[in-house]
């Protein structure tokens, strides 16, 4: 009986060690479907997060969409652009900064509208002198009138 349940046991661990291969074989490797988007998102995200790390509240302020929603996997949805930058200037200014992953970054277009940003990113608490592990962010770019806005943040830890 013991040899039978080892036997399952192998077998249940190949298999899983097989599957998980076919999955990552699956998986492409991102490449961007459009150089130049991809390029000025990254620029914009740069912009933002050092107007974020430097506490330029006018500068985000002008990102952000007067109908953003911000999702926040801790602290629930945002939807008052107000709220959120005076949400960030008690808690974020001075205390907190961003980098972002490079290499984790993948931007896709959503016709007739903007595009998706989706990366991992961590935070630097200056207070504690501690570094978060790396997080997800998805920020949807709106395109209006030739301007940029963060539409909507999912903020996950």
């Known amino acids: 009986m013991k040899n039978f349940i080892l036997l ?8 899983q060690a ?28 740069s912009i933002f997060f050092n107007a974020y790390n ?10 952000y969409d007067d109908n953003i929603e911000f999702y926040h996997d801790r602290g629930g949805l945002s939807t008052s652009k107000s ?10 200014c001075g ?17 007739n509208f903007g595009a998706v940003e989706i990366g991992y990113h961590y935070f630097h608490n200056k ?4 570094t978060s592990q ?6 949807i770019w709106k395109l209006s009138q030739g301007k940029w806005k963060l539409s909507r943040v999912i903020s996950l830890h």
Not at 30 to 45: A, E, H, N, S, W
Request: hydrophobic fraction near 40%; aromatic fraction near 10%.
């Open 95 to 111: 205390k907190v900064t961003r980098t972002r992953v490079k290499a984790s970054l993948e931007v896709y277009p959503i016709a």
């Open 134 to 139: 790396p997080s997800k962010f998805i920020t």
């Open 83 to 92: 709220d959120i930058l005076e949400s960030i200037k008690n808690n974020i």
């Open 127 to 130: 207070a504690e002198g501690t």
């Open 8 to 15: 399952v046991f192998i077998c249940l661990i190949n298999l």
């Open 54 to 63: 430097t506490c330029d509240i006018d500068l985000q302020a002008d990102f």
């Open 18 to 45: 097989f599957s998980q291969n076919i999955i990552q074989k699956s998986i492409p490797e991102y490449k961007p479907d459009d150089q130049k988007l991809y390029d000025t998102i990254v620029y914009l995200d």
